[in-house]
């Protein structure tokens, strides 16, 4: 049995997705499952059971040795007039009662943390709780942080506004046939961007290998611009290819205890020309989940 917290959210709900194309289908889904749009990004997937966040940790108590693997899926959260909203289940006091029951159970625990925050974001955790990790004196035997940029990909439809820059450029060109970046005060903003995929080829690899435990870093050799994203975006809807630059393939680097483990996980990772490509021609013409 594997916990997926987070389930109908962008990155849970493709971890869950994930996990059903390796043939993991006694799965877990732990969330509030009050917003019906982003419900739709449950619908075809397998599923033992749902277990709404004010039940779950009793759930746990009874079930804790059934349970192989733990994701605890972060994501950003708007800030409305400086106040930064974050749900309860996103709460450092939650994640690290996470912690605690992952170590007591002996459960391994993979969980997301936003790289950085932007002018309109804020990270889903406290920035206190990388640090907080790191310094407990206990820690369940395997356990993995990914930290991650701007994710983009399938099953983020339901963020509107607050999507990936990718998701929004492209919503403009089906709108308005043309992208109003000119108008735009970001026009020359850089987004380090990272395909939802990359981070799911990741998280896979660790549950399997579940060698090197620590915090790892996810993240693209570039930055991209708008007008870079509208490129590879034009270049996806007419089945052509990106410039070269746009190729760079993205890169993880692991904690500093486990340098070697860096060039395994890269492998796993595509560039924003074949990101792009994949999400628009697989996913956003069609209107379909992952």
Known sequence: MMIVTGATS??????????????????????????EESQKNLADKTLQ?????????????????????????????????NQSIIPYHESNSVSHRIWDKCVEYQ?????????????????????????????????????????????????EYYLNHKASSVFRIFQ???TNKEPLLNHSQHTTQ???????????????RLVRERMHSGIYTLRAVHEYTPSDILQ???AALHDSYATDHL???????????HPASSADLSACLTSLSEGVRDYVQGYLLADSYY
Request: glycine letters at 4%.
């Open 10 to 35: 962008f990155i849970g709900s493709c971890l869950i997705g994930k996990l059903n194309a390796e043939n993991f289908n006694y799965l877990i889904a732990v969330d509030d499952f009050n917003n």
């Open 49 to 81: 059971a749902t277990v709404a966040w004010p039940h779950f940790f009793d759930w746990l108590e009874q079930h804790y040795f059934e349970v192989e693997f733990l994701f605890h899926c972060l994501e950003p959260q708007k800030i409305t007039d």
């Open 107 to 155: 459960i391994p625990l993979i969980f997301t943390l936003p790289l950085n925050a932007s002018s309109s974001t804020i990270t889903a955790v406290h920035p206190s709780f990388e640090p907080w990790a790191l310094q407990q004196p206990r820690a369940p035997f395997f356990w993995a942080g990914l930290q991650v940029p701007e994710v983009y990909g399938p099953n």
């Open 172 to 174: 403009q060109i089906k």
């Open 190 to 204: 850089t987004h380090d961007l990272l395909y939802v995929k990359d981070l799911l080829a990741v998280a896979y």
């Open 232 to 234: 590879a975006i034009q």
């Open 247 to 257: 190729k760079g393939a993205a890169v993880a680097l692991p904690s500093s205890l």
